[in-house]
């Protein structure tokens, strides 16, 4: 069984910088992309980055340039470096990941950004 699980979540000042982190168990982690989505209340759930099994990345538009995602075969961990953190990345982060069957998805960690 594939499990996920979040951390690094906090409350930040306009301007700071988090590291969020997702363990992975229960996979193959190095053969798989792993990706971050974010939803906020009442609001559809948004991609934010993936990275391939390759290291390859990719970001939505609104994080290009403050946030970077990284992958730690040895740990089974993902990476969301998140800078210049503005009011609008205020929501909850999910970690997700796709294998055969389905697609999983962690609890979620808080983030917030003071103004």
């Known amino acids: 069984q594939v499990h996920l699980v979040e951390s690094g979540g906090d409350r930040v000042q306009f301007g700071g910088s988090l590291r969020l982190a997702c363990v992975a168990s229960?996979?193959?982690?190095?053969?798989?992309?792993m990706s971050w989505y974010r939803q906020a209340p009442e609001k559809e759930r948004e991609y934010v980055a993936s990275?391939?099994?390759?290291?390859?990345?990719n970001y939505t538009d609104s994080v290009k340039g403050r946030f970077t995602i990284t992958r730690d075969n040895i740990r089974n961990r993902v990476y969301l470096q998140m800078n210049n953190l503005e009011p609008e990345d205020t929501t909850k982060y999910y970690c997700?990941?796709?294998?055969?069957?389905?697609?999983?998805w962690g609890k979620g960690n808080q983030v917030i950004v003071s103004s």
């Open positions: 997700t990941v796709t294998n055969a069957t389905r697609k999983y």
């Open positions: 229960g996979l193959n982690f190095r053969l798989f992309a």
């Open positions: 990275i391939a099994a390759s290291g390859s990345t």
